[in-house]
């Protein structure tokens, strides 16, 4: 219907007017016409050259040019995941993995995207995708941690924790997962120890505190719980 109602003349209007001399000001510009709407567009700017001094081949092109964009394939998906948008963010990232599957980077970005969808198992796989391709990948292993716990999948949450403690062991997000893991199994002693070392690698953590009080008062170890919550509130 909208192709229907636009006639010959409208945009052939617009297209003489610009070679008037009163528009010379305007040169350089993206302009559409559409019926009798004249719509001006912004500027589309480059975000990455490829320049090769001998010529590009239709085989380079694919095996260098292509893949040396992936790295802004995956900046544009970061972008659009901060601004809220995960469904492009996927595109973008699905983009940046296809001119190159072996970028850590991209699987992250695209797992976080797809938790952001709620998509739990695509998370996990990815992530776990990261963590093989780049085995001290200390973020992703804690992510992976993460989603399978909330996938009950206690052995490889048990495992990606672990082994995030093992690279990193300042690091409070691994300890605080594992601490949170032993807690729903109910291992108290190994929670409090994890919770601890939770804080102890970053004291401003007032939800290890937290954590570590409800632990106690499941426990009925009211005297220490009511330390840990007011450590919470400090």
């Known amino acids: 219907q909208m192709a229907e109602s636009i006639r010959a003349d409208q945009p052939a209007r617009f297209s003489v007017a610009l070679l008037a001399d009163a528009a010379r000001n305007v040169s350089g510009q993206i302009f559409g016409s559409s019926g009798e709407n004249i719509i001006l567009y912004s500027q589309p700017r480059p975000i990455q050259t490829e320049a090769k001094a001998e010529g590009w081949t239709i085989e380079t092109i694919l095996s260098e040019a292509l893949p040396n964009m992936a790295e802004a394939y995956y900046d544009l998906g970061l972008k659009l995941l901060d601004q809220g948008k995960p469904d492009a963010a996927c595109e973008y990232f699905d983009t940046a993995l296809d001119l190159r599957p072996d970028f850590p980077n991209a699987h992250y970005g695209l797992a976080t995207a797809r938790l952001a969808?709620?998509?739990?198992?695509?998370?996990?796989e990815h992530f776990a995708t990261a963590v093989r391709q780049r085995p001290d990948y200390v973020a992703a292993l804690v992510n992976l941690g993460i989603v399978r716990m909330n996938l009950n999948e206690v052995e490889g949450a048990t495992s990606a924790f672990a082994e995030a403690i093992r690279c990193a062991p300042e690091n409070a997000d691994a300890h605080f997962g594992l601490a949170l893991l032993l807690a729903r199994q109910g291992n108290v002693p190994r929670a409090a120890q994890e919770f601890q070392a939770t804080f102890l690698a970053d004291p401003r953590r007032a939800d290890a505190h937290f954590e570590l009080a409800n632990l106690f008062v499941a426990a009925q170890d009211w005297r220490?719980?009511?330390?840990?919550?007011q450590a919470a509130v400090r």
């Open 117 to 124: 969808q709620r998509d739990l198992p695509a998370a996990a």
């Open 224 to 229: 220490r719980a009511a330390d840990e919550y």
